[in-house]
């Protein structure tokens, strides 16, 4: 396998990148021209070939570096931990949203990039702000008019180090989701790692907790049953169903469309499969098997859905036709104060 990472440096070198965010792009880049690599030799390149075609794309990929050094001026630099393992980075998670979108486009012939949009606020000194970031950070992304879609979080002044992005607490997504006048969608999502038991062969799965609006804002629908209901989404224990990942019914399931009204135990929480998700769907972290209602949390977490202080997700949103991101923002502003 050559040796990618003194390229890639070089690509960067005039960057001057801080070296912890330079080594996590090098890693990123090298593992991406790796796979490039081995899939060219699987479709029969020799390795002369694969290794030139492989650079190629590379040389695509100098748009993406200077754009990741544009939107570090933008971003605090170091990781914020919001305290539980419950709390995941935000920042943290838009460069998984960045490394997914990465290897999302191997097949194609170079990066594009398009920029990240962090939308400040900078208002109130002593109240948690919404704020708005452009969530197209690369083309072209596999949902229904991709230009139209954004994410939305929460910013937490903080005295010393001015205002602190945060995930979502569920009593404040629902002011968001019912009283916004910017968007036509808003979804919540969060990802975390459950047992799969009750089977001869347990197995951990990556399940996501989705808003029943999740499925339609992205344009995906299920290959087979139905996706999750409104009452699913509003009221919590109406019906503790789940949806399969594609590879999950075909790898435990045998893609058996007779599935729906099967259980499976999450975590030794019983759930109903209710539908099956398209090949090559794995959820905003590209990773998930299975998906859960939102409102399922409280299963596991009794007070989740009522704390508001309990910030555990993200969400994002499909702006309405004609909406700027500058109108989203004053919408924010206005939603607040609420």
């Known amino acids: 396998m050559p040796e990618w990472k003194q390229e890639i440096r070089g690509r960067l070198a005039g960057l001057q990148l801080a070296p912890t ?36 794309e590379l040389s695509g990929s100098e748009l993406l570096a200077r754009e990741l050094r544009r939107v570090e001026r933008q971003v605090v630099p170091e990781p914020i931990i919001l305290g539980t393992n419950r709390r995941t980075n935000i920042m943290a998670d838009l460069w998984q949203d960045l490394r997914f ?90 990802q975390s790692p459950y047992n799969l038991s009750g089977t001869d062969a347990p197995e951990r799965l990556h399940v996501e907790m989705v808003s029943a609006s999740y499925f339609p804002l992205l344009g995906v629908e299920p290959v087979v049953g139905s996706a999750f209901t409104t009452e699913e989404d509003r009221m919590p224990g109406a019906n503790l169903s789940a949806m399969l990942g594609y590879g999950l019914w075909q790898r435990r399931f045998g893609g058996d469309a007779q599935v729906i009204g099967k259980t499976i135990e999450l975590d030794k929480k019983v759930f109903t499969v209710g539908g099956v998700l398209p090949p090559g769907f ?7 098997d299975v998906w859960l209602p939102m409102t399922a949390a409280a299963t596991f977490v009794p007070t989740i859905l009522t704390h508001p202080n309990d910030h555990w997700f993200q969400v994002i949103a499909r702006l309405k036709d004609g909406v700027s991101l500058a109108q989203a923002r004053a919408d924010m502003h206005l939603l607040s104060a609420r």
């Open 21 to 56: 965010r330079e080594a996590a792009i090098v890693e990123e880049l090298a593992q991406h021209l790796d796979d490039c690599y081995a899939e060219l030799l699987s479709g029969g390149a020799t390795p002369a070939e694969a290794e030139r075609q492989t650079l190629a």
């Open 101 to 190: 979108g990465v290897r999302m486009l191997r097949k194609k012939p170079g990066f594009t990039l398009i920029a990240i949009a962090t939308l400040a606020l900078g208002i109130g000194a002593n109240t948690a702000i919404f704020s708005v970031v452009n969530a197209l950070m690369l083309r072209p992304l596999p949902y229904r008019q991709p230009e139209q879609l954004v994410k939305v979080f929460q910013a937490q002044p903080d005295p010393a180090k001015g205002m602190l992005p945060s995930l979502w607490s569920y009593p404040r997504f629902e002011i968001l989701r019912d009283q916004n006048k910017s968007f036509s969608d808003v979804a919540g999502f969060n």
């Open 282 to 288: 794995r959820g905003q972290s590209g990773t998930a």
